[in-house]
């Protein structure tokens, strides 16, 4: 493999219109039959014994399409671009390999994994060092919103892996003394198509300028866009494509339904589902941060476990919310697009898009936050009457028609009534929790989506605290807008 060499990488010009020397068309790599692949084992594909192990305690069985198809290459060394939807098991598949090296030859600052999201780098540095705890792989995570010094501290502990988002990753390199790339053995750009979106080009030519050209890459992307194309051929040597679906396709193990609702009963419908399906957890979409945090707010007014997670949250904040998803003591989490890639939250049982995705892609990567690695989901999308020409958009992308969800719209207008005070006391909150930004930023309330701080605040006796009891309270008996049951599990 020979990389552009590093004297080289100076001059580089920026990726879009870089090419590497002998960059050609990907191979395509041949996928296994399907019945071959029930029968493969994670040692048939070439994973050593002890990661095999590492996986079967994780309850992984059997390698994943992608794991079969791009596992052996890797371990060839041969650069590879994976093309999988979300939820296929692409963490793994490029994990494995990467840990397989570090078990040969153990090396400080081995691997990078450039990632567009700072929840999706945590989780995989989480999945990184679960499989590779029996051979102490040390991980570190380099993203924005967290401190840059106890950064710079773990990475004077030498990790073998770095995963982070470009932009902390070159403000490290610029500016933490002893770290340095110029060992790197792999570098994995997953998600390249969303690496690319965020505007992230910049910061991936300055990482490319200072790693080494004899490396091994690997590129994960959902959608193969014109930019990724060209990030491929600026960083991939001689690749083998892999890819595992068909573009934009969903899986068949999900249910896939649609409500035609008028805008204006939105809520209504969406309480309807939440009690519906009360003992599932689900991710409702929301398109602004300020539909989530109302959305919320109105479903906790309910009596519903809900907990928000948007762009406008602090990063401790959003990574409070999504553990209290993580460990069921929430069972709705409600989210913009912020979460609707990458988050690897297992079991989800229902995607509810409560707004129609603007970007019919993303109609894609949200469900597929349901009916993962397997298992089957439920996916319920609210339309209304502004929004059919967006719906029927997703419905040519998917090529499926989707299903009416069945209910009765009597039942769901007998929650009228309640929802419209839960809705009117949730704007209150709203109004409040804004006149008070200043004061409550002191008081360390300083973020839009911090409900129970806000509750509390409003001296409300119902709020769902941390301590996992139930939210009815005898307000809620007498009260219109309370009165359903305690939802939280
Ligand atoms: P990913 O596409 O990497 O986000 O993975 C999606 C989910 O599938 C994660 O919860 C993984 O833990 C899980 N997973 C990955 N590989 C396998 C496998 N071989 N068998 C079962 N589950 C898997």
Known sequence: MSHKSPADTKAQPPLAAARAPHSRRPRRAIMPAAADTAERTFESIGVCAELAKACASLGWRAPTDI???SIPEALKDRDVIGLAQTGSGKTGAFALPILQSLLDAPQ???????????ELA??????????GASIGVRASVLVGGVD????AIRLGKRPHVIVGTPGRVVDHLENTKGFS???LKVLVLDEAD????LDFEEEIDKILRVIPSERRTQLFSATMTNKVAKLQRACLRDPVKVEVSAKYSTVESLKQHYLFIPAKHKDCYATFLFNELSASTSIVFARTCDSTRKLALIARNLGFGAVPIHGQMSQPKRIAALNKFKSGERNILIATDVASRGLDIPSVDVVINYDVPQNSKDYVHRVGRTARAGRSGLAVTLVTQYDVELYQKIERLINKKLDKYPLEEEAVMLLYDRVNEAQRIAIQQMR???????KGAKRGFKDDDDADAMLRMLGKKDYGGDDGKPRVTKQS?????RGFPNKRR
């Open 477 to 481: 008996k007498t009260n219109g807008a």
């Open 108 to 118: 400080a600052f081995h691997s990078l994994v450039l990632s567009p999201t700072r």
């Open 67 to 69: 794991q079969c198809a």
């Open 432 to 438: 409040d929790q804004d006149d008070r930004k200043g």
């Open 148 to 151: 840059m010094t106890t950064q």
């Open 122 to 131: 945590i989780q995989i540095a989480e999945q990184f060092e679960t499989l």
């Open 181 to 183: 790339l110029r060992a």
């Open 194 to 197: 969303r690496l690319l979106n």
